[in-house]
């Protein structure tokens, strides 16, 4: 899309170079404007922006948002989190820090520049939750003290900061709950079901199964939640949040396990072991006030999405 000097943006993407984060600057690249990646590297590959380099609409920056950031941008999307068990559970002190001084920081840099920031927050604000599909209106069932909750805790109190800075100083503000999302980039060891079923799947080795494979996920593609992202971001600044961006099609996890068999060809046995600590029984969006603010709703199924994943863990191999 071309956008002249008046219409372009100068937009500041944390964690930009991540799963996430690399197919979002896509997206807002294409749009016309201008990206500053931001990205310390902990989790994220300069491979995934690497098609970038050379753009001039694009910049790259190496930095830990735990530390104070002085740039000038119109707009800023936080996705600086470690996001996989594996990844928020090796340093789990740094990754609570990634999500309160890093949410501290982005956000004063938001008041001072007088621009809207986008949070991506997570699904696990909920917990192992005792509602149904889960609505935004929920307060979730966390352990506080779980393995799980330098990342649980960590966003919940990153959303605690973003509309306090909303109240107390006017920031304008934009929080988002992620709920399980996939496609290409993916981390092929970041722990993540579809990473680990997919990977066992292409090896033939068997397919790991916590607990007996009925707990429930639903799961979106990653441009279907880039989608909402940027249509949350540039929505009525009356409205904040926090919005879940999920598909609420609900699948088990044997049934995840089934169908990647299936269409990897693979001869995988599916195996039993034991559920790990605090890991939700059920997990599925409420989306109505997507539909409703943002006229937003998933376009791709899984089988769908997984025809466009896969082939980028067959090339990893």
Known sequence: MSRNYFSRKRILVTGGAGFIGSHLIDRLLEDGHEILCVDNLFTGSKENISHHFGNSRFEFMRHDICFPLFVEVDAIYNLACPASPIHYQYDPVQTVKASVIGSINMLGLAKRLRCPILQASTS????????????????????????????????????????????????????????????????????????????????????????????????????????????????????QGPINLGNPTEFTIRELAEIIIEMTYSNSKIVEKPLPSDDPTQRRPDISLAREKLNWQPQISLRDGLAKTLPSFEQLL
Not at 202 to 214: M, N, W
């Open 124 to 239: 696990e604000v909920y917990g192992d939750p005792e509602q149904h599909p889960q609505q935004e209106s929920y307060w979730g069932n966390v352990n506080p003290i779980g393995l799980r909750s330098c990342y649980d805790e960590g966003k919940r109190c990153a959303e605690t900061l973003f509309f306090d800075y909303h109240r107390q100083h006017g920031v304008d503000i934009k929080v988002a709950r992620i709920f399980n999302t996939y496609g290409p980039r993916m981390h092929p060891s970041d722990g993540r079901v579809i990473s680990n079923f997919a990977m066992q799947a292409l090896r033939g080795e068997d397919i790991t199964v916590y607990g007996s494979g009925e707990q429930t996920r639903s799961f979106g593609y990653v441009s279907d939640l880039v989608e909402g992202l940027v249509r949350l971001m540039d929505y009525d600044s009356a409205f």
